[in-house]
């Protein structure tokens, strides 16, 4: 049976997610920003037709959207990842097999849909989304996730699909792959684009054309998978389960400047706080973190960049044991005079817990320590996060200069009772 994939994604995700809660803003140009209110990270097609691109940081956009009315909010990633839960929730009454690739995009297996049906079946799926959950699609369906991808592409940019493109067919590939730019083509960045430039590719039909041996010479193994999945022979499958993680990291701008020792271990303890909690999610556990912090390169004072990895007797996910380790590097690399903008932990090699080896001598009561952090998640999971947390990540956080500010976020309408919308009210 000849396979089928199909990517739904959200447009404009997070904006979408702002109106969904607001019909108000419906025809009007929102942004969103990431972290600390720093640069647009979603554009509604009202703002991109301002000229506002990707990335842009909102000092130099803001005198822009006051005078267009471009409505901005900070970054509402609680809201947006449950509106993520609740859109793949829909697409499981479509397709037993699901890849949730990112926040707003899945790779759905069609496999089983006959031809003639999986552009009806798209439809209904993205009616079903806007139904149930108040967010616009766009499907792509091809017979490689690389397919499927750049028909997901094409259907953005192209009003008369109405939102679905189906590149299974051969004829529907000669027809689009010719009108598709490199820079495109998924898993084709900047570096690649110039080494295929220079064999004359323009297109996604000049790359499909290259000889795979060529591909595999020039751009390693992963030239050669992109040639033939555009020639529709899939390379790539679903990963219906996420793979086991290797590492994870913690890291946060902040919204001032960070001048002490004593905030920034603040800081670095609240860093290893969320790291713990990510940890113990997924079961697992790593023996070491790395903690780093650096200035911006905005500064006009001096500038400073370091790191440094501590390790402990045997891997763990409790929260204290990561606190302590992360507050002695922070001290064992720390040095005043700077002006420090961002720090962060990160981990790698990271292990389930219950397979990991114990230490020899100094190892952990691991009972206790089990007991312990999930008296603390339950807590948190009921009453929000952060109502319970180590002392060393500090009291009255809000008057901290360290704590990412979200000036203008909305409020998290799906997941806290208290922000939950009133209608009626007089």
Request: aromatic share 8%; with cysteine; hydrophobic share 40%.
């Amino acid at each position: 049976m000849t396979r089928s994939f199909a990517l739904i994604d959200g447009n404009s995700f997070y904006c979408s997610c702002e109106r969904v809660f607001d019909p108000k803003l419906k025809g009007r140009p929102v942004i969103v920003l990431s972290n600390n209110d720093g640069c647009a990270v979603a554009r509604t097609a009202e703002a991109k037709a301002l000229g506002i691109r990707m990335g842009a940081p909102m000092f130099s956009i803001r005198e822009l959207c006051r005078r267009e009315g471009v409505v901005v909010f900070s970054s509402n990633y609680t809201l947006y990842g449950d509106m993520s839960r609740r859109m793949n929730t829909v697409y499981q009454s479509f397709a037993s097999d699901i890849e949730v690739y990112s926040i707003d995009e899945s790779f759905l297996d069609f496999t089983p849909v006959a031809p003639e049906r999986r552009e009806e079946l798209g439809r209904d799926l993205r009616s079903t989304v806007s139904a149930w959950t108040g967010v616009p699609t766009c499907v792509g369906i091809g017979p490689t996730k690389t397919l499927a991808k750049l028909a997901n592409r094409i259907a953005k940019s192209t009003p008369q699909l109405r939102g679905i493109c189906d590149l299974t067919s051969d004829e529907a590939q000669r027809e689009w792959l010719p009108l598709v730019a490199l820079e495109d083509v998924w898993g084709i960045g900047r570096a690649s684009q110039a080494k295929l430039g220079a064999f004359g590719c323009e297109t996604a039909a000049d790359v499909a054309a290259l000889d795979p041996k060529l591909a595999r010479k020039t751009l390693t193994v992963v030239g050669e998978r992109i040639i033939h999945e555009l020639r529709g022979q899939p390379c790539i499958d679903l990963e219906a389960v996420a793979p086991t993680r290797k590492g994870c990291a913690v890291t946060r701008s902040f919204a001032g400047r960070v001048e002490t020792l004593e905030m920034m271990q603040e800081a670095i303890a609240a860093h290893a706080t969320r790291l713990g909690e990510k940890l113990r999610r997924h079961g697992l556990a790593t023996d070491h973190v790395t903690v780093f912090f650096h200035t911006s390169p905005f500064n006009k004072g001096p500038s400073r960049s370091v790191s440094t990895t501590v390790d402990f007797p045997e891997a763990s996910n409790d929260t204290l044991v990561l606190v302590r380790a992360a507050k002695w590097g922070a001290r064992r690399i720390w040095k005043p005079g700077y002006a420090y903008a961002k720090a962060g932990l990160m981990t790698v090699d990271i292990v389930p817990l219950e397979n990991s080896q114990r230490a020899l001598m100094g190892g952990l009561d691991r009972e206790k320590s089990g007991r312990l952090m999930a008296a603390l998640d339950a807590c948190n999971q009921r009453h929000g996060r952060g109502v319970v947390f180590p002392a060393a990540a500090g009291i009255a956080r809000q008057r901290k200069a360290w704590v990412t500010k979200f000036e203008m976020r909305s409020p998290r309408y799906t997941t806290r009772l208290d922000e939950v919308p009133v209608v009626g009210r007089a």
